[in-house]
């Protein structure tokens, strides 16, 4: 072979390399470019189900982000990591209904409607009240086997149906004052100086707050409920009792207060919940008086520390003849709610500016009951009127969100704003 022949056959290979790698090139740019995934194999079926499942929890019509969980159903991450709750982009306007009211075809009906057409658009359901029981048929085996459920109503079409209308449900759980557990299992409950579980004014026998024996059944009716669709848990009832006989009560503290013990709860609570939007329910006077005067283990700077929202109960009968809030004075507090209200949230307000770190939103229950217990001269018919002046007391003083509470769910409707 000539020099001239083997310098061509060379300068064609060099030729033919270069084309090749140039080839290659493009190739993978366009792979990059077009989306397709190099040595990834395609999503299997069961990837693409729970795609879709995830998606099927977003009702605003975009694509939701795969980094957060569904709005409407946040299931606690067990993986070990923190998660941070996500609040749904809504100001809560709320009333509190039983599980009887919600198990009832025409009354959730009714409910439905009445968010449809007002400015209503939330609601609080028992998940269990202070009866102590369950309100729908529960699969965990701690509440089967001391029969501590009824069947109030169906959860499952209770919530799709508040669901399908774009409602907001909040699950109420009430904690310590459990009848129920406390009587089945007498260790777990607060005990008498003379021997025996201790009985409130209506011979009811409660948890004892510091036996953390009974924390995991709570915590894990709170999964249960997460896991059939509340969007929100709300602990009612995380205080020790604040009628009958204090002094016969004893406990056996470890040497911590009240309120630490408390704290303490609500800290292995959103541990245990790490994905959940928590919230807790407190005295209305626990905004006045930075002591615990009741001796029920709330303090307010305190209490806010692993909750997403605390809930207090401004209602303007359950304040004393006299009580003096935030430097006034009501001599009859039910007769003026408007000024009970509004006073306390601007205590509270003023409280929790000093707090740092504070986080937690403040969401005030209010009266919309007569409290005729009072006696005459001490109280007024609550009615539409007195419920608008309380929502209007929560605006002046600087918040956005309220829930409206009567035990019998017979609510002032005419109150709330046509939409």
């Not at 019509?61 to 998660?83: F, I, K, L, Q």
């Not at 509004?342 to 209010?366: F, H, M, T, W």
């Not at 209007?392 to 969100?401: C, L, W």
Request: hydrophobic share 35%.
């Amino acid at each position: 072979m000539s020099a001239k022949n083997a310098q061509t056959i060379l300068s064609n290979k060099c030729f033919s390399v270069i084309l090749v790698v140039l080839v290659l090139v493009f190739s993978l740019a366009a792979c990059k470019d077009t989306g397709v995934q190099v040595n990834n194999p395609a999503p299997t079926a069961q990837a693409t189900d729970n795609v879709e499942a995830n998606n099927g929890g977003n009702t605003d019509g975009e694509a939701p982000e795969t980094s957060e969980p569904s709005e409407e159903s946040p299931v606690p991450n067990n993986s070990g990591e923190d998660a941070k709750p996500v609040k749904k982009d809504i100001k809560v306007k709320a009333l509190y209904l039983t599980g009887w009211t919600v198990g009832s075809d025409e009354r959730l009906q009714h409910y439905v409607d009445l968010a449809n057409r007002t400015e209503i658009n939330a609601y609080v359901v028992d998940i269990k009240d202070d009866d102590g029981y369950v309100g729908y048929e529960s699969n965990i085996p701690a509440v089967r086997e001391i029969g501590a459920w009824k069947s109030k109503y169906n959860v499952d079409k209770v919530l799709k149906t508040f669901h399908d209308n774009n409602i907001h449900v909040i699950g109420r759980l009430v904690c310590f004052k459990d009848p129920v557990l406390s009587s089945k299992k007498p260790e777990l409950a607060v005990k008498s100086v003379n021997g025996g579980s201790w009985r409130d004014n209506h011979n009811l026998t409660w948890l004892d707050p510091y036996n953390k024996d009974s924390w995991p059944y709570l915590i894990e009716i709170a999964k249960e409920a997460v896991e059939k669709g509340f969007d929100e848990i709300q602990f009612d009832y995380i205080r020790f009792p604040n009628d009958g006989s204090k002094k016969s009560m004893s406990f056996n503290t470890g040497g911590k207060e009240k309120h630490e013990i408390i704290n303490e709860f609500l800290a292995y609570a959103r541990e245990q919940l790490p994905g959940v939007v928590l919230s807790a329910d407190v005295f209305g006077i626990i905004l006045e008086s930075p002591a615990d005067t009741e001796d029920i283990g709330q303090y307010l700077e305190k209490i806010v520390k692993d909750v997403d929202y605390i809930s207090p109960m401004v209602y303007p009968s359950h304040y004393a003849v006299g009580q003096i809030v935030n430097g006034v004075q009501f001599m009859k507090p039910d007769l003026d709610p408007y000024g009970v209200v509004y006073q306390s949230l601007v205590k509270c307000n003023n409280r929790l500016a000093q707090v740092e770190g504070y986080k937690a939103d403040v969401r005030p229950y209010i009266q919309d009951f007569t409290a005729s217990w009072l006696g005459k001269g001490y109280y007024q018919s609550y009615g539409p009127e007195q419920l608008r002046q309380q929502i209007q007391a929560v605006y002046d003083a600087g918040y956005e969100e309220w829930i409206c509470w009567d035990a019998n769910n017979t609510y002032s409707e005419e109150a709330f704003l046509k939409e």
